[in-house]
């Protein structure tokens, strides 16, 4: 139920207007002068507040200003016996919703609550909405307790409010744009533009355009001037990802836009000026490449004035429960399925693999599994074939186990579950395309606890 506070202090018009508005459905809160007003805003979830403009102890309009600093969401409106001009325009700016004379406009102000609980309703939306992509950008959206993790996020707490070039390192799917949504959130520019580019998504000619932009007439197609991501991003972050994936003549560019903050556009004479925080990500070893001739060395200083290495996720074992976990969350919502947990040879399995796609591939390992399985949790079955084949340590004999080997009774229940996410759980088509009876089907499902 929508809450709505009347601040008047003529009782009896305070108790009338309380009475005409809970009619409509609504819960009234009352008070009769500032302080208790404030204290009713504090203890209670307003959407909108009524507010007379002379009070006992203050001035309506200027406590509008104070009431929106408190709660955002809720929506004043101004009740005066005598409106002026003055005070309408500065309850405005102080953020009223709107500001009516008693008496003349007492029509108007259900429909107005309306409006106002619309508008509240759409703020309070808005609030959460931030709220949740802060949590998802922010270090605590990074997922993991592995040492690894916890000291590369260390280290990007330490220099996120510290305006200077970052350079995240590591294997390819480790997670650094993730890492620099993070610095950018934890910084001084975090209610500014965070612009990304992946520089070896482009051809030369596209990416210089795509950073730093064209003017009409620059090059064929070039019908109109265009916006660079640089200038995009002016006053708040640029990610450039596969920075090591950058041709040369234009690292000499992007040298000059950190030293100088300037640069010129494709088909320009004149120079445009950039504030941005520059935040670059490789898998490449860039000292290779400078000894190859790939990557000019005067740049690699200055992008790696601090420099953070993102652990791969065989470094992080412990952490691959939670991540799978997450990931299932995630396409569970995607997927409309309800499977509830992994189980226990399907984690085995999980933290015995490579990795080699880092938390990429394990994201798409999860996606395919939740599309493939059937039951209430995430079993072997639904992991591709090679990551069944797995062995590990017998820890009885110390020799070499295969999990999901190649025996007959392992390849039989691997197939009977294939063909069970094939027609969706219907056994007696199961059955039918694998040639047994239906008991003979049952009784393998009991035997091998296929759901």
Request: glycine share 6%.
């Amino acid at each position: 139920m929508k809450k709505i506070l009347i601040i008047d202090d003529e009782e009896k018009l305070r108790t009338l207007m309380a009475r005409i508005i809970s009619l409509e459905g609504f819960d009234v809160v009352q008070a009769g002068d500032c302080k208790s007003g404030l204290k009713k805003l504090e203890q209670n979830s307003i959407d909108v507040v009524l507010c007379d403009v002379k009070l006992p102890d203050g001035n309506g309009v200027d406590l509008t200003a104070i009431i929106k600093q408190k709660a955002p969401q809720a929506e004043v409106i101004l009740l005066t016996a005598y409106g002026n001009i003055p005070d309408g325009v500065q309850a405005i700016k102080n953020g009223a919703f709107d500001y009516i004379v008693k008496g003349d406009d007492n029509n108007k102000i259900i429909p107005l609550i309306h409006r106002a609980i619309e508008k509240s309703s759409l703020t309070q939306r808005i609030i959460q909405l931030e709220a949740q992509l802060e949590t998802k950008f922010s270090f605590e959206g990074i997922i993991g307790t592995s040492k690894s993790i916890l000291q590369a996020i260390e280290l990007a707490k330490k220099v996120a409010p510290i305006d200077t070039t970052v350079l995240l390192t590591g294997e390819t799917g480790t997670g650094k744009e993730v890492f620099a949504n993070a610095i950018h959130q934890s910084g001084t520019r975090k209610n500014k533009s965070f612009v990304a580019i992946n520089c070896s998504a482009f051809s030369h000619d596209l990416l210089e355009s795509e950073m730093f932009g064209h003017a009409a007439g620059a090059f064929t197609g070039a019908l109109k001037d265009k916006k660079g991501l640089f200038e995009e991003a002016n006053n708040g972050t640029i990610f450039l990802d596969e920075v090591g994936e950058m041709p040369i003549d234009l690292q000499a560019k992007l040298l000059r836009v950190i030293e100088n903050g300037e640069y010129i556009k494709v088909g320009e004479s004149k120079v445009t000026k950039v504030n941005v925080r520059i935040i670059a990500a490789t898998n490449r070893n860039l000292a290779r490449e400078i000894q190859a001739g790939h990557f000019r060395q005067d740049l690699y200083y200055r992008l790696s004035i601090f420099q953070i290495e993102l652990p791969s996720l065989r470094q992080r074992i412990p952490d691959i429960e939670p991540l799978a976990k997450h990931f299932l969350t995630a396409f569970n919502l995607k997927t409309n399925k309800k499977i509830t947990s992994l189980s226990v040879e399907f984690v085995q399995l999980l933290k015995l693999h490579n990795w080699p796609g880092n938390i990429r591939e394990l994201k798409n390992v999860i996606e395919r599994s939740v599309i493939l399985e059937n039951g209430a949790a995430l079993t072997p079955a639904s992991l591709p074939f090679e990551m069944q084949q797995l062995t590990e340590p017998d820890t009885a004999t110390g020799e070499t186990k295969v999990l999901s080997a190649f025996s007959l009774a392992s390849a039989e229940k691997i197939h009977i579950q294939k063909v069970m996410n094939h027609t969706n759980g219907n056994k007696t088509e199961t059955a039918r395309l694998l040639n047994i009876a239906l008991t003979t089907l049952y009784r393998k499902l009991d035997e091998y606890k296929i759901q």
